[in-house]
């Protein structure tokens, strides 16, 4: 019953009870305290990265809140694990990479008068790169499986798409 109740983290174990479970498994009481210790952080690190993923969408409130959010919420948890910092280095250069096509699109569209029609381009191209991307990448970061952010610029390092 005491093994049953420490699993379920309804009683914190004595220290005595520790040495005796950890001679039993065969490894040293700071193995054992050091695995029940990760798990939790794991599961967090997950939705802090879907968190990520989805505040891309931020650029629907407000310009560039597709850059600005995601860089701030990695900034002011200051996560620097390298998992995070490719997630965020794959944010930053897909949406970046997004604007500078939407701004190229833009020009295309008041300047040179043939390619006025790219102008209907433009709504698709916005719920690609604000919602179905971050959406995609968050319930895939949330799952353990990678995210999607196809032409993005390497403007970031290190960076895995």
């Known amino acids: 019953r005491s093994l049953q109740?420490?699993?379920k983290q309804d009683v914190q174990p004595q220290p005595h009870t520790m040495g005796l479970l950890?001679?039993?498994?065969?490894v040293s009481i700071d193995e054992l305290c050091t695995q029940t210790q990760t798990?939790?952080?794991e599961a967090i690190d997950v939705r802090h990265l879907s968190l990520l993923h989805f505040s891309a969408g931020a650029g629907l409130v407000f310009p560039f809140g597709n850059i600005i959010l995601p860089y701030i919420l990695w900034m002011y948890r200051k996560d620097?694990?390298?998992a995070v910092?490719?997630?965020v280095y794959a944010i930053l250069n897909f949406q970046l990479s997004w604007s500078v096509y939407l701004i190229i699109i833009l020009l295309c569209y008041f300047t040179i008068e043939p390619f006025a029609f790219l102008v209907f381009l433009i709504p698709p191209f916005i719920l690609f790169s604000l919602v179905i991307c971050p959406l995609l990448s968050g319930i895939n970061s949330f799952k353990h499986k990678s995210f999607f952010?196809?032409?993005a610029i390497p403007f970031f390092k290190k960076s895995v798409s």
């Open 85 to 87: 910092r490719k997630h």
């Open 149 to 151: 952010y196809p032409l």
């Open 22 to 26: 950890a001679e039993a498994l065969g």
């Open 39 to 41: 798990e939790p952080t």
């Open 5 to 7: 109740r420490i699993e």
């Open 80 to 82: 620097n694990t390298e």
